[in-house]
Every structure is written in C-alpha cells, then in structure tokens.
C-alpha cells in the first residue's frame, strides 16, 4: 500500500516540478494553465507526502508538526500563488502586468524547485527513512526558503493589484 501511494506522491511532484520549469519558458494562456496545473500538483504532492508522514507515525505528533513546518509554509505559499494566478489570470495572460513580474515570478519558481530539490535530499537521508521525520537542518534551509517565497510571491501580488499596464 506504501510503496503505490509513495510512486503516486512521486509522480505529482515531478509533475509539479516538470510542469514548473516549462512555465518559465511560456508566455500568454498558456502559462496561466501550465502555472495552475503544476501548483495543483505541488499542492496534491505536498499534502498526500504530509499525510503519509503522519499516518507513519514512528514519533509523536508534535516533532511531527514541528518537522512539517517547512511542508506548512510551501503549501500556503503554493495556495497563494495559486490563488494570484486564478484571480488576475486574464491581466497576465494579456501581459498587462509590470515589467518586473516576470522576473520576480520566475525566481519564486526557481526558489520552489530549489525547495523540491532540498526536500528530495532530506527525504533520501537515513534520519527521514527510520524517523519520518524531516532532520532539523534541512527542516531550517526550508523554512527559510519558504519565507523568502512567501516574501517573493507576496511582490507579486502587490504587483499585479496595484501596477498593471494597458498591454
């Protein structure tokens, strides 16, 4: 039972990521699915990996909290962001956002695939496969890397609430 819903779990993370580094390079509606469908899949990974961990429960349900922590703030994030893109989808399918946003869009997605990387290597490391649970510093550089994102996608909104062009 692990072993299928752990290749599922996979699969919608290198979907997510896949689907993440495509949208760097895409332009118009195209980008607004692409970014749609791959934070879904981010979210759905994240939160089936976060169930798993629990239902694994080798440690007690407050180290496991405070392991997740980093899992907490990537999914708010990728809810954010997903919520940005579905509400002002129109204005950036158009382009009718400020020159900045693109850069600043596409280093949050930079940050979130870093994220996923470091994430993979703390899952991979012997402390995760008999504990369950996220090790203190890789748990650290996630945290801080979900700030930063939080911070990064947080420009963006303000981006496209308040400075926007007519194309």
């Known amino acids: 039972m692990y072993d299928f819903l752990s290749i599922v779990i996979n699969a919608f993370g290198i979907l997510g990521i896949i689907m993440s580094i495509v949208s760097i390079y895409i332009i118009g509606r195209d980008l607004i699915i692409t970014n749609i469908i791959s934070n879904s899949f981010l979210?759905?990974?994240?939160?089936?990996?976060?169930?798993q961990i629990i239902l694994q429960k080798?440690?007690?349900?407050?180290?496991?909290?405070?392991s997740?922590?980093?899992v907490f703030l990537t999914i708010i994030f990728l809810l954010f962001s997903l919520f940005l893109k579905i509400s002002?989808?129109?204005?950036?399918?158009?382009?009718?956002?400020?020159t900045g946003y693109r850069l600043i869009s596409n280093a949050s997605t930079f940050l979130l695939i870093i994220e996923m990387f470091v994430f993979?290597?703390?899952?991979?490391?012997?402390?995760?496969?008999?504990?369950?649970?996220?090790?203190n510093?890789?748990?650290?550089?996630?945290?801080?890397l979900s700030l930063i994102n939080i911070v990064l996608i947080s420009?963006?909104?303000?981006?496209?609430?308040?400075?926007?062009?007519?194309?």
């Open 120 to 135: 993979y290597g703390a899952t991979q490391t012997n402390e995760f496969k008999t504990t369950h649970l996220i090790p």
């Open 58 to 66: 080798k440690s007690q349900l407050t180290e496991i909290l405070q």
């Open 88 to 98: 002002y989808q129109e204005r950036i399918s158009k382009n009718n956002v400020y």
């Open 43 to 51: 979210i759905i990974f994240f939160v089936l990996l976060s169930t």
């Open 68 to 70: 997740m922590i980093s």
């Open 137 to 144: 510093y890789y748990n650290l550089f996630l945290v801080i």
């Open 155 to 167: 420009v963006v909104g303000i981006m496209l609430k308040y400075f926007y062009t007519d194309g």
